[in-house]
T-cell receptor
């Protein structure tokens, strides 16, 4: 596609429910990132994939958060047993390669509200 | 570790007036610098980036930024703003040594352009 696509755009989950957020990166992009953006804050890094390999998951806040990219394209961020503090916008980004000087292209995000 | 500080959380300005959004960073290693813009309910869009060379960088929509290594700053400027510039602006860094390209963001500055 023309850009990074995320679905759903909005998700309301009851506390304790599991959720799955999907990201379709730009075709051919090697690198894929997940960021969490709390209300009124800047995005914070969660995890990074190079193709199907998860090379950095240092930003995942707890073991309830899990991400995968099994075929090196589409990625899913899964949150188990959601808590209110998980409410945020989850942004996916992709880039042609994993280098500090490479532009990352962002999706519109999934706004997760845990009630 | 790296950190980014955006000194103003909100900047109100009248249409056609000049504006400066301030950004300071902290890092023990060399960094690349970025400014992203986020319109309501949209993903982040790259405005401009500093990789090397000339310290004055020009971006899209008439924005420019100047890298000042001694002051560890990367302030964003526009000589004359439009109503359509109303958005959230984020300063971000990544490191030369990064093999992922993950970004560290500031908390954002809301630019409010008034007619």
């Amino acid at each position: 596609g023309a850009g990074v696509s995320q679905s759903p755009r909005y998700k309301v989950a009851k506390r304790g429910q599991d959720v799955a957020l999907r990201c379709d990166p730009i075709s051919g992009h090697v690198s894929l990132f997940w960021y969490q953006q709390a209300l009124g804050q800047g995005p914070e890094f969660l995890t990074y994939f190079q193709n199907e390999a998860q090379l950095d998951k240092s930003g995942l806040p707890s073991d309830r958060f899990f991400a995968e990219r099994p075929e090196g394209s589409v990625s899913t961020l899964k949150i188990q047993r959601t808590q209110q503090e998980d409410s945020a916008v989850y942004l996916c980004a992709s880039s042609p390669m994993g280098r500090g000087n490479t532009e990352a292209f962002f999706g519109q995000g999934t706004r997760l509200t845990v009630v | 570790a790296q950190s980014v500080t955006q000194l103003d959380s909100q900047v109100p300005v009248f249409e056609e007036a000049p504006v400066e959004l301030r950004c300071n960073y902290s890092s023990s290693v060399s960094v690349y610098l970025f400014w992203y813009v986020q319109y309501p309910n949209q993903g982040l869009q790259l405005l401009l980036k500093y990789l090397s060379g000339s310290t004055l960088v020009k971006g899209i929509n008439g924005f420019e930024a100047e890298f000042n290594k001694s002051q560890t700053s990367f302030h964003l400027r526009k000589p004359s703003v439009h109503i359509s510039d109303t958005a959230e602006y984020f300063c971000a860094v990544s490191t030369y040594s990064s093999n992922t390209g993950k970004l560290i963001f500031g908390q954002g500055t809301t630019l409010q352009v008034k007619p």
